[in-house]
């Protein structure tokens, strides 16, 4: 089934901006109230919607790294640091 960017939902985004800021899926699943398991299954969904992986495992073997096309999926605003 193919998807399009018009079908990401606010929990998705929230997903997205919770990875993002935390960097490790098990922080980020905290930070939403979740499960991992909960939060793997955004994620997939994301992968598909938006074509790319958007965390790949970090160097260190610690948490993940957003791809250049995870970066630049939220607008600046959303994403408050």
Do not use: Y
């Not at 079908?7 to 929230?14: F, G, K, Q, S, T």
């Not at 499960?35 to 598909?48: D, E, F, P, V």
């Not at 790319?52 to 970090?58: H, V």
């Amino acid at each position: 089934m193919a998807h399009r960017v018009g079908d990401l939902e606010i929990n998705l985004l929230l997903a997205l901006d919770a990875l993002l800021r935390d960097e490790n899926v098990t922080h980020a699943a905290a930070r939403l109230n979740i499960t991992q398991s909960a939060l793997s299954g955004r994620l997939n969904k994301l992968r598909q919607i938006l074509n790319d992986p958007l965390f790949l495992p970090a160097s260190t073997g610690r948490g993940v790294t957003a791809t250049p096309h995870a970066l630049v999926t939220l607008p600046p605003s959303f994403i408050q640091f």
